[in-house]
């Protein structure tokens, strides 16, 4: 089908590739203009007792143009509105290279040119045509200047590609294909060969083609080659030597922007959910910090290099001992926490000599509430905390963060997890192992339970 709502001569045309009609046939149709063959059958989807002169509901003029199977004749029969005859006349000037038939109405009334869009004609024919459609009875396409869609069983989701039909030797490849971005569904691109018929409804079952793009679900939509034929006996492409190397090669050639397409869509859902579970993450924490008093922070480490309370005490690194270049200095073991209130400090502090666990936390650390990203340069851990920039960030390529990243539930626990260890971790330096182990069940309790329930 094709539209033209703009220019000088604006047309609609419906052509069919099939067995066309004969003169003494459009003869018959002109004696029956406001009859339907279909009338009282109830086998048949369609208007019926509508007539073919309902195209004065659209348009000035309908030309039925026609070359019937076995002829090399074209022969057109003229229809105008409030005239109540016909004319029948041999068409050169635009005679039909192929058997079948084309409606062409034109002198389109103005409501028509604005209301008769591509979108709502496409829309309208899979509603009205589906079943047929389904089970490959034929194809429609809707042209509108140089965008043509295939018109398809169901409504494909996603981004639509422009993929300019190739043209070969053998007739056009088409392409009618969306992308969307992955979400668990199963999505499929069929083959559709001679006479609209589907070949093959999943091209990934195509040995070239048994991989992405078209595997990872993305894909939905048709590739059209008249060329193409079926096997006899089961679903299959046959493998000629002329036109299925052809179709081959053309499909391999639309793949880099169909990849392109499908992995920038899913950049575009990782970035969306990333920002959508980091304000998630952020929640929760602020909800599980306020319960666990001793931890005043996140983030802060409870490690202090000054006298005071709240901290265990962490000296400075000694200054190197100076000295002749042929001295080597003893080497002296480092102090044990027993030694470290023996430490002499600076009479001027006020504070009480510390004990070891007695000291003022470094308040240098950050007090906000950690982010979390991808790791720019990820290592074999899960995750790792970066004090300074107050990020926890996880390994995007570790095999557990492969196994939750497609399921945004799972993937929330995973992340809720990786920054509930390194707030441990960070907080808990000189823990024991049990004790490590208690705080870390402690931490991931109320983590858990601030978490969104799954439905």
């Known amino acids: 089908m094709l539209l033209r709502r703009k220019g000088r001569y604006p047309v609609i045309a419906v052509d069919d590739v099939g067995r066309g009609m004969s003169p003494d046939r459009l003869r018959e149709i002109a004696r029956n203009l406001f009859e339907s063959a279909k009338a009282g059958d109830e086998r048949t989807l369609g208007e019926k007792a509508i007539g073919i002169l309902a195209f004065q509901q659209l348009g000035g003029r309908c030309d039925v143009v026609s070359r019937a199977e076995g002829s090399d004749e074209t022969w057109v029969l003229r229809l105008e509105r409030g005239k109540a005859t016909a004319r029948l006349e041999r068409e050169r000037r635009k005679a039909r290279q192929v058997p079948g038939t084309t409606v062409m109405l034109s002198d389109l009334e103005p409501d028509v040119l604005r209301v008769l869009t591509q979108r709502k004609v496409v829309d309208y024919l899979r509603g009205r045509r589906g079943p047929a459609l389904a089970r490959?009875?034929?194809?429609?396409?809707?042209?509108?200047?140089?965008?043509?869609?295939?018109?398809?069983?169901?409504?494909?989701?996603?981004?639509?590609?422009?993929?300019?039909?190739?043209?070969?030797l053998w007739g056009r490849i088409e392409f009618a294909l969306y992308v969307s971005p992955p979400d668990?569904?199963?999505?499929?691109?069929?083959?559709?060969?001679?006479?609209?018929?589907?070949?093959?409804?999943?091209?990934?079952?195509?040995?070239?083609?048994?991989?992405?793009?078209?595997?990872?679900?993305?894909?939905?939509?048709?590739?059209?080659?008249?060329?193409?034929?079926?096997?006899?006996?089961?679903?299959?492409?046959?493998?000629?030597?002329?036109?299925?190397?052809?179709?081959?090669?053309?499909?391999?050639?639309?793949?880099?922007?169909?990849?392109?397409?499908?992995?920038?869509?899913?950049r575009e859902v990782d970035a969306r959910t990333a920002d959508r579970l980091v304000d998630t993450l952020r929640k929760v924490f602020s909800r599980v910090l306020k319960e666990l008093a001793d931890l005043d922070n996140p983030m802060r480490t409870p490690v202090g290099d000054q006298p005071g309370e709240g901290a265990l005490f962490e000296p400075a690194a000694p200054e190197r001992a100076t000295g002749s270049a042929n001295e080597s200095p003893e080497p002296k073991e480092p102090p044990g926490i027993?030694?470290?209130?023996?430490?002499?400090?600076?009479?001027?502090?006020?504070?009480?000599?510390?004990?070891?666990?007695?000291a003022r936390p470094d308040r240098r650390r950050t007090t906000d509430l950690p982010s979390v990203s991808p790791d720019p340069a990820p290592g074999e851990a899960r995750s790792r905390f970066e004090p300074d920039a107050g990020i926890v960030y996880y390994n995007d390529r570790h095999e557990d963060y492969l196994v939750v990243k497609d399921d945004e539930g799972g993937l929330l626990d995973y992340l809720a997890t990786l920054v509930a260890k390194e707030y441990v971790v960070y907080n808990n330096p000189r823990a024991a192992n049990d004790?490590?182990?208690?705080?870390?069940?402690?931490?991931?309790?109320?983590v858990r339970r601030h978490l969104p329930r799954r439905r």
């Open 435 to 446: 004790d490590f182990a208690e705080e870390m069940v402690r931490m991931l309790v109320r």
């Open 136 to 168: 490959g009875d034929y194809s429609i396409e809707v042209v509108e200047g140089r965008s043509a869609e295939l018109v398809t069983p169901e409504k494909p989701d996603g981004l639509r590609l422009e993929i300019p039909p190739r043209p070969t």
């Open 184 to 266: 668990g569904r199963r999505r499929r691109v069929a083959v559709v060969g001679r006479a609209g018929t589907t070949i093959v409804d999943d091209i990934g079952e195509i040995e070239e083609f048994a991989q992405p793009p078209w595997t990872t679900g993305q894909v939905i939509g048709q590739v059209v080659f008249e060329a193409l034929q079926q096997t006899a006996g089961r679903r299959a492409v046959l493998r000629d030597r002329d036109a299925f190397p052809v179709f081959v090669d053309a499909v391999k050639a639309v793949e880099p922007p169909i990849r392109r397409a499908a992995e920038k869509l899913a």
């Open 338 to 358: 027993p030694e470290l209130a023996d430490l002499d400090h600076n009479a001027a502090d006020a504070s009480p000599e510390p004990t070891p666990s007695e």
